[in-house]
Nanobody
């Protein structure tokens, strides 16, 4: 299996930026498609975006399109979620998740491995 660890969450003001990291260990990280999800208190886990194992394909939720960018560095077993123009509604715990099977999925149930999450709080 693969282990995933997120980092980079913080308190930031509206309009600010953050970059989250997801570091993988265990099985070959480059074999896995990685998704980002977020969950605010009292709400269901929400798809943010995902990137293919090769890094060539990405898909984003409409709510973050144009503001968030996913990239990965397989040589460093790391995937990044760059978040710009942050809004209070982006406040949530952010999770990365791994999936070995194509295609990219927006459904959290399709992912096999999860990190522990990192908190992002955007103040108004």
């Amino acid at each position: 299996q693969v282990q995933l660890v997120e980092s980079g969450g913080a308190l930031v003001q509206t309009g600010g930026s953050l970059r989250l990291s997801c570091v993988g260990s265990g099985r070959t990280f480059s074999n896995y498609h990685i998704g980002w999800f977020r969950q605010a208190p009292g709400k269901e886990r929400e798809f943010v975006g995902s990137v293919s194992a090769s890094g060539d394909n990405t898909v984003y939720a409409d709510s973050v399109k144009g503001r968030f960018t996913i990239s990965r560095d397989n040589a460093k077993n790391t995937e990044f979620l760059q978040m710009n123009s942050l809004k209070p509604e982006d406040t949530a715990a952010y999770y990365c998740a791994g999936r070995a099977v194509w295609p990219l999925s927006k459904n959290p149930d399709d992912y096999d491995y999860w990190g522990q999450g990192t908190q992002v709080t955007v103040s108004s």
